[in-house]
Nanobody
Framework: QVQLVESGGGLVQAGGSLRLSCAAS????????MGWYRQPPGKQRELVAR???????IYADSVKGRFTISKDDAKKTVYLQMNSLKPEDTAVYYC?????????????????WGQGTQVTVSS
């Protein structure tokens, strides 16, 4: 059980920037990967960006060159810096972490999601 709390969404003008943050509720766990997903109105959830333990990153073609995913291992936090925002970036954004945590003597795999934060980009 790893709870994720995300923040940073809001309303911005096209061309503006936002920085999303997502922090885990506990520190005693290992992470395989962290990611950001989004779900525009009336559309399916899609991968925006993902970062692995080694620091390797992937991005959706639609955000390459504009968005940057990063992480702070000490804080167990993942960020999404969004620049040059476009109206089509409007969506609910969800952070995700997967890995293993310790529950007493047990090792447990987890795949946790944040509650979602609304990003709205006006024309």
């Amino acid at each position: 059980q790893v709870q994720l709390v995300e923040s940073g969404g809001g309303l911005v003008q096209a061309g503006g920037s936002l920085r999303l943050s997502c922090a885990a509720s506990r520190t005693f766990f290992s992470i395989n990967a962290m990611g950001w997903y989004r779900q525009p109105p009336g559309k399916q959830r899609e991968l925006v960006a993902r970062i692995t333990t080694s620091g390797s990153t992937i991005y959706a073609d639609s955000v390459k060159g504009r968005f940057t995913i990063s992480k702070d291992d000490a804080k167990k936090t993942v960020y999404l810096q969004m620049n040059s925002l476009k109206p089509e970036d409007t969506a609910v954004y969800y952070c995700q972490m997967e890995g293993t945590y310790y529950s007493g003597p047990f090792l447990r795999d987890f795949d946790s999601w944040g509650q979602g934060t609304q990003v709205t980009v006006s024309s």
